[in-house]
């Protein structure tokens, strides 16, 4: 990987490029310790990418400070700050500086490298570090959303699902999708989105789970009982997902597609009826 990013960088890739997930080089190699990556390997890449002129505050989504304080990347943090990352940007959704997050993930370190360089935040009101940790153990009225800014953030987040399903990346996706349920739990489309991506994982639980959530939100919506049959078949429960099909079908009786899907479940169960019939010992 290194290797690679080094050639690449020589050959003047941009390091300031922003993918379709929304994310810089500096930002994916941050966010790839959360997929196994040792932090020692995502120093190195970062050391490259801020030798090369990256932006160490770009936030498309959300700053590097901000993901190396969330996912505990000591090392990360130490280098960014000395490289002129602003402690004092905060989290796109919260509004927490990476100082709070490190607090209340109770991370004592990190408190302590961000401290001299973040500015006093109105709401502590024992600037210290132990003021810090202290005030974030305490139980807090959740701050009120700006509806403007969440609905772009979603609207921007769903975007990026989509790409990342058209690329296949359902992992990817899926976690586009929950981090705009977050701003937005009344969206039926983003729980049915996240229940294909489930689907494709094999998740089939949490597939049922947010279809039934679908359904919930949007009963007249014909696409919550597709995507419920589809993960009932997924579990091998051919009498529900019937059940999940056929009330696709009142709602919209002439949907070619939400028929193939139900005829198909009927075989299913007729084969699991004479299976299990079979496997039972004759008298």
Not at 23 to 28: D, H, I, M, S, V
Not at 213 to 222: F, M, Q
Request: contains cysteine.
């Amino acid at each position: 990987m290194i290797g690679v990013m080094k050639v690449l960088l020589e050959h003047h890739a941009d390091p300031n490029k922003i993918s379709e997930q929304g994310r810089t080089p500096l930002t994916a190699a941050l966010y790839a310790t959360d997929s196994g990556l040792p932090e020692s390997i995502s120093l190195k890449c970062v050391k490259l990418l801020v030798e090369a002129g990256t932006d160490v505050n770009a936030a498309n989504i959300e700053t590097p400070l901000v993901i190396a304080t969330s996912y505990g990347l000591t090392d990360c943090v130490k280098y960014l700050l000395k490289a002129g990352a602003d402690p004092n940007i905060p989290h796109i959704h919260t509004g927490a500086k990476p100082i709070e997050l490190a607090a209340i993930r109770g991370r004592r370190k990190l408190v302590e490298l961000l401290f001299p360089l973040t500015s006093p935040i109105q709401t502590v009101r024992n600037w210290t570090v132990e003021g810090i940790i202290a005030h974030a153990k305490r139980p807090s009225k959740p701050s009120k959303p700006t509806v403007k800014h969440d609905k772009s953030t979603k609207v921007q987040l769903k975007s990026f699902g989509e790409k990342a399903i058209k690329r296949k990346d359902y992992h990817g996706a899926s976690k586009f999708y929950t981090e705009a349920i977050e701003l937005d739990p009344s969206d039926a489309t983003l729980y049915s989105n996240r229940s294909l991506c489930y689907l494709q994982t094999t998740e089939a639980d949490k597939a049922l789970h947010d279809a039934n959530t679908c359904i919930k939100l949007r009963p007249e919506w014909i696409k919550g009982y597709y995507r419920k049959g589809a993960a009932l078949m997924s579990l091998e429960d051919y009498k529900e997902a019937c059940d999940a099909f056929m009330a696709g079908l009142q709602l919209d009786p002439g949907n070619a597609e939400m028929e193939k899907v139900f005829m198909e479940a009927v075989e299913e169960m007729k084969k699991d009826h004479l299976a299990r019939k079979g496997s039972k010992p004759s008298d």
